[in-house]
Nanobody
Framework: QVQLVESGGGLVQPGGSLRLSCAASGITFSIYTMKWYRQAPGKEREWVASISPSGGSTNYADSVKARFAISRDNAKNMVALQMNSLKPDDTAVYYC?????????WGQGTQVTVSS
């Protein structure tokens, strides 16, 4: 059974930081591309960041570039998203996603709220 479990969300003030984690099980984690998506209330789910299976390549949405950093630990089957300089517009449910060719798995999401 595949499970992706996100953690680390919460309430943070503008300009603050949060670190999201996603623990994977039931897959050969090291061969999956890992991604973070987010969905704000009333909006479509949007891609935030991706990291290659080896961790050697990362990509970011323009809206988070230079503020967010994705990383992975293949020994621990975990992927993280370090979020700095958070803005109210970053408020959303953040989802972890594992992709291998036509296979895709999702976590249940973790809420991030940026508000003073």
């Amino acid at each position: 059974q595949v499970q992706l479990v996100e953690s680390g969300g919460g309430l943070v003030q503008p300009g603050g930081s949060l670190r999201l984690s996603c623990a994977a099980s039931g897959i050969t984690f090291s061969i999956y591309t890992m991604k973070w998506y987010r969905q704000a209330p009333g909006k479509e789910r949007e891609w935030v960041a991706s990291i290659s299976p080896s961790g050697g390549s990362t990509n970011y949405a323009d809206s988070v570039k230079a503020r967010f950093a994705i990383s992975r630990d293949n020994a621990k089957n975990m992927v993280a998203l370090q979020m700095n300089s958070l803005k109210p517009d970053d408020t959303a449910v953040y989802y972890c996603n594992a992709v291998l060719l036509s296979l895709t798995y999702w976590g249940q999401g973790t809420q991030v709220t940026v508000s003073s």
